[in-house]
Antibody, heavy 120, light 107 residues
Framework: QITLKESGPALVKPTQTLTLTCTFSGFSLSTSGVGVGWIRQPPGKALEWLALIYWDDDKRYRPSLESRLTITKDTSKNQVVLTMTNMDPVDTATYYC????????????WGQGTLVTVSS | DIQMTQSPSSLSASVGDRVTITCRASQSISRYLNWYQQKPGKAPKLLIY???SLQSAVSSRFSGSGSGTDFTLTISSLQPEDFATYYCQQSYGTPQTFGQGTKVEIK
């Protein structure tokens, strides 16, 4: 059974750095082709892809946010961490992590999401 | 970035109706097109991948077609549990963009 779960602060202040952790089970991020990505969704708006890390440590970022994002993995802990610097109220959103089961494949399993509010 | 444009943005339909949602990519994405269903307060659920492959355990009333730039999601006979928002997503290039969503509401 594949599961993913996001964890992190529910509230951050403007200019602070957000750190989110995705803890997963039922698959390995050392398996060829597998990736874990982060997607966010502002309240009432569409999904927005942020970043992805593959089994071989290849990392991809949304170009418009690349300077603010860092994605890392800890294969032994089955975790993927996303950091986003210089948070702004427009970054208020539900943040999801999801598994990509094969290179160029879909996100086939998703976490439940975690709502992050940016406010002073 | 590859832009994904869905139409319509919303639609009203009755139980039993045949519903079609379209998704157009701003450049060719071959068949790297996926469809998701999202209900309020829930994470998206994968329905269709690679344009026309049905994800495991998803009802066969969902089907997908298309290649290149134009794609469709069809629900053959709308059921009460199908009222939700549907998103297309391209997994061809980075960033892996989503469409703006199509909300399917009860008529």
């Amino acid at each position: 059974q594949i599961t993913l779960k996001e964890s992190g602060p529910a509230l951050v202040k403007p200019t602070q750095t957000l750190t989110l952790t995705c803890t997963f089970s039922g698959f390995s991020l050392s398996t060829s082709g597998v990736g874990v990505g982060w997607i966010r969704q502002p309240p009432g708006k569409a999904l927005e892809w942020l970043a992805l890390i593959y089994w071989d440590d290849d990392k991809r970022y949304r170009p418009s946010l690349e300077s603010r994002l860092t994605i890392t993995k800890d294969t032994s802990k089955n975790q993927v961490v996303l950091t986003m610097t210089n948070m702004d109220p427009v970054d208020t959103a539900t943040y999801y992590c999801a598994r990509r089961g094969e290179y160029s494949g879909p996100f086939d399993f998703w976490g439940q999401g975690t709502l992050v509010t940016v406010s002073s | 970035d590859i832009q994904m444009t869905q139409s319509p943005s919303s639609l009203s339909a009755s139980v039993g109706d045949r519903v079609t949602i379209t998704c157009r990519a701003s450049q060719s994405i071959s068949r790297y097109l996926n469809w998701y269903q999202q209900k309020p307060g829930k994470a998206p659920k994968l329905l269709i991948y690679a344009a026309s492959s049905l994800q495991s355990a998803v009802s066969s009333r969902f089907s997908g077609s298309g290649s290149g730039t134009d794609f469709t999601l069809t629900i053959s006979s709308l059921q009460p549990e199908d009222f939700a928002t549907y998103y297309c997503q391209q997994s061809y290039g980075t960033p892996q963009t989503f469409g703006q969503g199509t909300k399917v509401e009860i008529k």
